[in-house]
């Protein structure tokens, strides 16, 4: 079974911030996904990737195949970036292989 | 478009009762996904859909759950002689199928067992 650690686990950083967020995982994956969940929201996936390195927009998510690592990068954060971001690593073909990270809680005060 | 759509939002029921979650997929996605969410908790994988079939039920939590999808459109998610510790948010989630094809979350459920 995977198991994926996200850190930190909190993190309350000023607007404008660079911000980072690092999911690990223990298993070979064949893709990493990144969601993002706003409080009483539902949740949008921001990224799934399995090399290399995806932009979208302000958000930057890389991924180390060798490291079984990979990052959340926001770029001049702002105060409706405040989410719970959720790694989750991909094990099969289909996203039944799943297995989620605890999330990483994010306030960014203005 | 339609996104995924989920019925009730909200499910207050009594302990020992039986409830029915719905899940709306997005049209043309034939592949469905059940996840729960706990207070507190992170995301836990109940069940996996691809058309009507399910080939991953590993992560019903016990024979109280069942799930079924028709038409390789929408699925229900049904919880007999409902527990406290059942009270979570169900969340439905689909997608065009494949192995990298991005998940479109519903809103969830949020049940309350009493």
């Known amino acids: ?110 | 478009g339609a996104g995924v759509s989920q019925s009730p939002s909200n499910k207050v029921t009594e302990k020992g009762k039986d409830v029915e979650l719905r899940c709306d997929p997005i049209s043309g996605h034939t592949a469905l996904y059940w996840y729960r969410q706990s207070l507190g908790q992170g995301l836990e994988f109940l069940i996996y859909f691809q058309g009507n079939s399910a080939p991953d039920k590993s992560g019903l939590p016990s024979d109280r759950f069942s799930a079924e999808r028709t038409g390789g459109s929408v699925s229900t998610l049904t919880i007999q002689r409902t527990q406290q510790e059942d009270s979570a948010v169900y969340l439905c989630a689909s997608s065009l199928g494949g192995g990298y094809s991005p998940l479109h979350f519903g809103n969830g459920t949020r049940l309350t067992v009493t």
């Open chain 1, 1 to 110: 079974k995977n198991e994926v650690e996200q850190s930190p686990q909190n993190l309350t950083a000023q607007e404008g911030e660079f911000i980072t967020i690092n999911c690990s995982y223990s298993v070979g994956i064949s893709a990493l996904h990144w969601l993002q969940q706003h409080p009483g929201g539902g949740i949008v996936s921001l990224f799934m990737l399995s090399s290399g390195k995806k932009k979208h927009g302000r958000l930057i998510a890389t991924i180390n195949i060798q490291e079984k690592h990979s990052s959340l990068h926001i770029t001049a954060s702002h105060p409706r970036d405040s989410a719970v971001y959720i790694c989750a690593a991909q094990a099969g073909g289909g996203a039944d292989g799943l297995t989620f990270g605890k999330g990483t809680h994010l306030i960014i005060q203005p």
